[in-house]
């Protein structure tokens, strides 16, 4: 079946635009996650959705970052007021339930601020 | 697209040979272990996963172990072939349900 799917695949801003990055998750997964790839370097954890539990926002890197999700399908990022040191690739993941089960990751979107 | 990992340590094995990656994993008390396999513009890809109640898991050509007393996970590649190179994460689960990621390791594999 279809995977995780996340759009656009690049977006290029210019510094203090706001940006929405769009995932869509594999159908029947209940949990979502979103992450941070800086170049050279690992997953960042950022927001994690749960069916219809409160999110846990515990590692967006400020208040210029949201997300949204609606019901268990699609999920938004925004990052509002963007800056250079945003530039990333934004991962989204999902997964049949939370705790262990394994994370299925999207291609990602690539930001690049100038 | 642009390569992941530009600046990760990089393991260099001959096509066919044995490659062993290595992870340091941060909280003694995480009990899931996960391996992830990311190519050059695509997202992270599951392998492997271990549970803190085992030592060694098996997979096809591939074998996690994990050693809780010097908080250690090891994957390994038996026979590696081109098509394993890429950017290998480990990652654990460090609370109810986050996945905490290592910087990752690059494996390029020569033929």
């Known amino acids: 079946g279809a995977g995780v799917s996340q759009s656009p695949s690049n977006k290029v801003t210019e510094k203090g635009k706001d940006v929405e990055l769009r995932c869509d998750p594999i159908?029947?997964?209940?949990?979502l996650y979103w992450y941070r790839q800086r170049l050279g370097q690992g997953l960042e954890f950022l927001i994690y959705?749960?069916?219809?539990?409160?999110?846990?926002k515990s590692g967006l890197p400020s208040d210029r970052f949201s997300a949204e999700r609606t019901g268990e399908s699609v999920s938004t990022l925004t990052i509002q007021r963007t800056q250079q040191e945003d530039s990333a690739v934004y991962l989204c993941?999902?997964?049949?339930?939370?705790?262990?089960?394994?994370?299925?990751f999207g291609p990602g979107t690539r930001l690049t601020v100038l | 697209g642009e390569s992941v990992g530009l600046h990760l340590p990089t393991l260099s094995v001959q096509e066919g040979d044995n490659s062993i990656i290595n992870c340091a994993y941060s909280n003694s008390a995480s009990d899931y272990f996960i391996w992830y396999k990311q190519e050059s513009g695509k997202g992270p890809q599951f392998i492997i996963d271990?549970?803190?109640?085992?030592d060694k898991r098996q997979g096809q050509r591939v074998t996690v172990l994990l050693n809780k007393t010097v908080k250690h996970l090891s994957l390994q590649i038996a026979a590696t072939q081109p098509g394993d190179s890429a950017v290998y994460f480990c990652?654990?689960?460090?609370?109810?349900?986050?996945?905490?990621f290592g910087a990752g390791t690059r494996l390029a594999v020569h033929p």
């Open positions: 271990i549970r803190s109640n085992m």
């Open positions: 993941a999902s997964s049949s339930k939370t705790g262990a089960d394994t994370q299925y």
């Open positions: 990652a654990e689960k460090n609370g109810y349900n986050k996945l905490i």
């Open positions: 159908s029947g997964h209940t949990a």
């Open positions: 959705f749960q069916g219809n539990s409160a999110p846990d």
